[in-house]
């Protein structure tokens, strides 16, 4: 990775580079780590936690890929062979799990994708490979909808796209109001999805079918 990171965030469905943040060495994240498990009142040094600052650092590098990783990569090959096919493609119940940026706790869920083809199909599983780019990184529920829904749209540029996310967020369960099991919900659509409602319906009857 660059020794210097750009700090992502959407505007109007697209990200936009804010200030560059240098990216602190291997050595320098291992002692971030050290410093708070002192802070939280336990000896880094002891046997059990003697190694935990490189087991976090290693585990960030996996819980964080999506910021080197492109979804419009994932997206780049469709498939024109598809008997004239032109009706809604949908792919439900796609797990992922993200990290809520304000309290770096995982919030975990399924999403939903549907959308209507116009320039040939992308394969099933590049939709779940556009969530886990987005998911892997910082997010709010609410901007992880808009990425995925933006790449989705301005990369295969369909007649609509539409995608919900349903997640439960630990930093409900686990601190705070303590409420486990609360599920939050965010939608989002463009082209036809958008235009009509009677597609709205549509896709949320067949995410809902069967369950």
Not at 29 to 58: C, H, M, Q, S, Y
Not at 127 to 146: G, H, I, K, P, Y
Request: charged share 30%; net charge negative.
């Amino acid at each position: 990775m660059d020794a210097i990171v750009k700090s992502l965030r959407p505007a109007d469905e697209k990200e936009v580079a804010l200030e560059p943040v240098r990216r602190p060495t291997r050595e320098e994240a291992e002692a971030a780590v050290r410093t708070l498990i002192a802070w939280a009142g336990d000896n880094p040094d002891r046997e059990g936690l003697v190694d935990t600052p490189k087991r976090v650092a290693k585990a960030f590098e996996e819980f964080y890929r999506g910021y080197n990783e492109r979804a419009e990569d994932a997206l780049e090959r469709t498939f024109d062979e598809v008997g004239g096919y032109e009706d809604i493609v949908l792919v439900r119940d796609i797990p992922f799990y993200s990290h809520c940026e304000h309290h770096l706790v995982p919030f975990v869920g399924k999403a939903h994708i549907a959308y209507y083809p116009s320039e040939g199909v992308v394969g099933l599983s590049k939709l779940a490979r556009v969530v886990d780019v987005f998911a892997r990184r910082m997010q709010t529920q609410e901007n992880l909808t808009a990425q995925i829904i933006g790449a989705i749209d301005e990369t295969l540029k369909p007649r609509g796209v539409a995608v919900m996310l349903e997640a439960e967020h630990q930093c409900m369960s686990l601190r705070g109001v303590q409420k486990p099991g609360v599920s939050t919900i965010t939608s989002q659509f463009t082209g036809v999805f958008q235009d009509d409602p009677t597609e709205q319906v549509r896709f949320l009857t067949l995410v809902r079918s069967g369950k």
